[in-house]
């Protein structure tokens, strides 16, 4: 066999190097691949039409989104349009209203185009919604809206100030009023305050003489002193009821074994509590009271008339604050710590510092305390008138179960519906006591037994 040189084998395998490498090189330029012999070509027009297919796809996205934001925003000023048209309405409904009182015909002619032409643009605005007639300029549109809807929330705003403004004057005009009035129940007051104080001062007794003293003096004296006790059970009681206490079961423990025909009557035992403590020792001429000398018997009857004198057109707060150790303080202060007990007093202020300020030789300055003051100082008077009389009068009362006398007696209740006081068994117990002026004898005050 021939042997086969080098030299020869080397250029024919380079020349296949070549040609596969030429091929290779084509198949990437020109993307043609020798596949079994046959070379598959990709189309190079068929790729730039998909290049072309997708950029239009894209562009038509953009489209849509475009259509979708300018109904949206034409949407919007549509709606802004309705809202400003809705507070036009709604201001000028508030101008209809404020010019309804005062009238004002001219507002209401105003406020009533303005309605009428608002509502002929809601139904314009509703006529372009439904035939989606929208502005074509929404920006413009919108902010033609805003200034509009706030215009409207500016010129209701500034109604509402108006009408504040007129009702305003009107609540200074009934201020003024009730002001005149308040002057004018004042200036009535202080009148019937001068009444009071004239007949609470006992002015009918101005020019009364120790030697024309008579019974019908010392009637009105009694008169005087019976209300005045009456005012203070009145406040008495109703201090009792706003701190807690049983009515019922005090009325019973005053006056046991009383039937009372209404259950009002219970204050009269109350009343007679009152009288028994204030009027106890009034036959003494120095009321019991401790460490109290009294001139002869002939020159006591000026004594007690001149003492009767210098209370009787006194305040006794005022009269206490000037002599607060005279013979009528030690009476009030004595009388006071016997009628008001320990528990009543703390269950009315809480504590015991009135009762101790007044055993310490002060008085307080109380609602409560001026009320016992102003009784004791009736009673007072009327001790001293009593002891000016020669004889000096004297005081009474019935024992409970008494029959009765209308010589010494009188019921207390003076009511048409009350039976007769002939039909009563006997007196339930004494709420006034009497007094005998010389030969007169003035009636005590009886409540009479339903038993």
Known sequence: MDSVKRSAVTPSKSRLARAFAKVLHLRVVTGVAPVEGIQKVKPQESSKDDQDTGSWSRSQSFDDNDEKLRNTAELEAHLAQLFASVSSIKAAYAQLQYAQSPYDSSGIQSADQIVVSE?????????????????????????????????????????????????????????????????????????????????????????LHLSGISPSHFITVLQHTVKSIRSFVRLMVTEMESSGWDINAAASAIQPGVVFLKSTHKCLAFESFVCREMFDSFHIPNFSLPNESLPEQKHRHRLFFDRFFELKSARPKEYLAQKPKSTFGKFCRTKYLKLVHPKMESSFSGNLSQRNLISSGDFPNTPFFNSFLEMAKRVWLLHCLAFSFNPEASIFQVNKGSCFSEVYMESIIDEPSSPPPETYPGVAFTVVPGFRVGKTVIQCQVYLSQC
Do not use: W
């Not at 919604?129 to 920006?139: A, G, H, N, R």
């Not at 509009?148 to 200074?172: A, P, V």
């Not at 129940?185 to 202080?190: D, G, I, L, S």
């Open 119 to 207: 509502l002929k643009n809601l139904s314009e605005l509703k006529r372009c919604y439904l035939k989606k007639q929208f502005d074509s300029s929404p920006e413009r549109t919108l902010c033609l809206a805003e200034i509009q809807e706030q215009k409207s929330l500016l010129k209701t705003y500034e109604i509402m100030r108006k009408k504040l403004e007129s009702q305003m004057k009107l609540k200074d005009s009934e201020i003024i009023f009730l002001r005149e009035k308040l002057g004018d129940c004042h200036k009535q007051n202080k009148l019937l305050e001068k009444r009071l104080n004239a007949s609470g001062h006992l002015s009918v007794l101005d020019n």
